[in-house]
């Protein structure tokens, strides 16, 4: 049964792939035995998972680019299927968000958040799926999304936006590509700990720079996820592999969320009392 989930042999391409939920990515397909090409804008971050995959066992390419040139994407892409000889795993990982009304965000602004997150997107993934299909040997796509792409997201609409696309895209290809043994799938996930929303958006991964959180901050951001804490990176890593893996052989065009239970409670909190809640004035149940 675990030789199912192994994906010894095979090739991935990871975009955005130095840090946060792209890294755990990458990192965790080479441990299941896949090499991995590494494309991500900060230098020193893809060649510190580089590092982290060779460590694995598997050979590693660490390619600086920003997703948003789509002509260095592309590139990117054949370099890594060139280096292989073949194709077989695309991450698309790369996104970007940064809050404010939508009534007072610029022009220049959504279209750089359509770049990052949606073009980023439809570029890799049109140049992977050809080199997938000129092998022959099908191959799996995982788009990380975010349970933003199903709900409201007030003060981040671009962005949900965006995501919501990202779904909708994932289902099509499922069905487009199906013929050629492409699966297509998404992941979506909420409150998981990164380099960026720790303040750490740029420069080599350091934990020591990270926002630190008072003891109420982090009471009160467990008692909106239903399992009591934050995600952490390598478990979106987990979920990538399986849906790369044998195992998901019959999983196409599904989202699959990996936020703790946060998008089945729609609202839902822990209040201080332990009792569940609509907010803390609510409380229902005895």
């Known amino acids: 049964m675990t030789d199912r989930i192994r994906l010894d042999?095979?090739?991935?391409?990871?975009?955005?792939?130095?840090?946060?939920?792209?890294?755990?990515?990458?990192?965790?397909?080479?441990?299941?035995?896949?090499?991995?090409?590494?494309?991500?804008?900060?230098?020193?971050?893809?060649?510190?998972?580089?590092?982290?995959?060779?460590?694995?066992?598997?050979?590693?390419?660490?390619i600086p680019g920003d997703v948003m040139d789509s002509a260095a994407l592309r590139a990117a892409v054949d370099r890594a299927a060139a280096e292989y000889g073949r194709l077989d795993i695309l991450a698309n990982n790369a996104g970007g968000v940064s809050a404010r009304p939508f009534l007072e965000q610029s022009e220049r602004s959504m279209r750089k958040h359509v770049d990052i997150n949606l073009m980023s997107m439809l570029i890799a993934t049109q140049a992977a799926a050809q080199h997938m299909v000129a092998g022959g040997r099908g191959g799996s796509i995982v788009n990380v999304a975010s349970i933003e792409a199903s709900r409201a997201a007030?003060?981040?609409?671009?962005?949900?936006?965006?995501?919501?696309?990202?779904?909708?895209?994932?289902?099509?290809?499922?069905?487009?590509?199906?013929?050629?043994?492409?699966?297509?799938?998404?992941?979506?996930?909420?409150?998981?700990?990164t380099p960026g929303n720790q303040g750490n958006r740029a420069g080599p991964v350091d934990p020591a720079t990270w926002k630190q959180h008072s003891d109420e901050a982090v009471d009160a951001m467990n008692r909106l996820i239903p399992l009591g804490r934050e995600g952490v990176d390598m478990e979106c890593g987990d979920a990538?592999?399986?849906?790369?893996?044998?195992?998901?052989?019959?999983?196409?065009?599904v989202l699959l969320p990996v936020d703790g239970g946060t998008w089945a409670s729609s609202g839902w909190v822990r209040g201080q009392n332990g009792k569940w809640t609509l907010n803390e004035g609510l409380s229902f149940g005895a």
Do not use: W
Not at 154 to 180: D, I, Q, R, W
Not at 242 to 248: G, T
């Open 9 to 62: 042999g095979q090739a991935a391409f990871v975009t955005g792939g130095g840090g946060g939920i792209g890294r755990a990515i990458a990192i965790r397909l080479a441990e299941a035995g896949a090499d991995i090409a590494i494309f991500d804008i900060f230098p020193e971050r893809a060649e510190e998972a580089a590092e982290r995959v060779r460590e694995a066992g598997r050979k590693a390419l660490a």
């Open 154 to 193: 007030p003060n981040f609409a671009v962005y949900a936006a965006c995501k919501a696309g990202m779904l909708s895209f994932t289902k099509s290809m499922a069905v487009e590509l199906s013929g050629h043994g492409i699966r297509v799938n998404c992941i979506a996930p909420d409150h998981t700990i």
């Open 240 to 253: 990538a592999v399986f849906l790369s893996s044998a195992m998901a052989s019959y999983i196409s065009g």
